[in-house]
């Protein structure tokens, strides 16, 4: 049973109507947070709002947050093929901060909500009649909740569309809590009765069929229950933060230590909240580049996922997932000029979807001409020109070298760095990497397996993987 509009509701009454008839409803949520509206002051909402709340971790941080300026940008590929457009841009933090990351390393963006979204929620806020009116944001006197306390990630004074914009989630998948609630705010009885039923205990399969596997959304649920009319002070409850969104640095620090270079894949349909924010800056910049377009934004923690450049290294990209690697290899560029370190062999297996949509293809070739990259071996899923060859995934390109490639990663020095979708291709680049080891090894697919396992244990199958 799929919801997709509200005509659906009597469809699940009437299918549901032994759980309607027996289901007992969730115990009510405690109300603890009040909003107190000041009279005739406006919010100055320059400033990304979880940068005025004090104590506020930030994830994986490895630095304070640094406020930089988008320095240059431009579309690396905006094509039908893939329904996906392709943006670089550079990030200038200048003397922000003395801090040297590393290839490999990654930052973390403060977004915000698109203001589609954000009008879409001020519409249906009870008592939000000036959105930018400073609110105080306190404990309720006497509340009969436990250990009360306000939201980290919420400053105690700020304005609803400032709060909207950058601290709430407004595309998270609402809790069976936060339905019981929303329940009491919905007028129509019809409407009231589903969410109720959602949150109950007796209702928890349909709650997963319908919210949790279909990944509906709060948005969702104010379209399907246009009756619904909460409260701020109830969605500062139960909407989580709004969290900064990681992205892999694309470049060298040998080249400009006070500059950070991302690319992005932004879906030309139902694009997300980080790809949909960074998009508008930069399209904000390509428009009128004389006016700044500010970033805020931290060095996240060093992991496996580092560049070691004195080892071979066999590295497997996707898409944008070719943007960790753009940084090796700039990096081996920069220590080659050098001529005083000793530098391993590099391998890259990329896929694409055509010709012109391979991110940065002219300096990859330009790599493997001037001895950066060792192998590059290119992979087109749905280009139509024949020149192209045969391969159309890097599975195919790893299958067809598979004897050399499991030569390399039987050496204890050679390190397999792998960047893709996390929910279906790294998963299957493994399963294709199995394969190989057992066609060339002529071992069991329990061998195969102890391999990887020993290579991921040994820290030389790195992954840096997006869901």
Known sequence: MVL??????????QNS???LKKYTPATLPVEYINVNYQEDTLQ??????QLKCSNLPYPFSATPVICGQIKDAQILYDGPIGSKIFIELTIDYGNEIDYRFNPGDTIGILVSNSVNDIEKVLSK????????AICDISIKNGTAKKNPKLPQHVPIQSSPRAILRDCLDLR???????LRSLAEYTADKDEKSVLLML????GTKLYNELILEKTRTFLDILDLFPSCIPTLSLLIEHLPRLKPRPYSIANSPLSDPSKVKLILSVLIENSGVATSFLTEKVTSFLENPEKTQQLSFYFRESNQFRFDYEKDSILIGIGCGISPFLGF???KDELMKEKTTKLGSTWLFVGSTCQDSAVHRDELLDYQITGVLDHLYESFSRDPDPECGEFKH???QLRINALEVVEQLTKKDTNLYVCADGTKISKSIEECIKECLMMSLECSDEEAILVIKEMRSAGRYKEDIWV
Do not use: G, N, R, Y
């Not at 509009?5 to 699940?12: F, N, V």
């Not at 806020?125 to 930018?132: A, G, K, N, Q, Y």
């Not at 949150?199 to 007796?202: M, N, T, V």
């Open 4 to 13: 997709e509009s509200l005509e659906e509701i009597p469809k699940i009454i």
């Open 17 to 19: 109507a032994d759980i």
């Open 44 to 49: 100055d909402d320059s400033q990304h709002m």
């Open 125 to 132: 806020i009870l008592s939000v009649d000036t959105p930018e």
């Open 172 to 178: 998270s998948v609402p809790k069976k809590l936060f």
């Open 199 to 202: 949150s109950s205990k007796e």
């Open 329 to 331: 290899l700039e990096h």
């Open 394 to 396: 890097v599975q195919d």
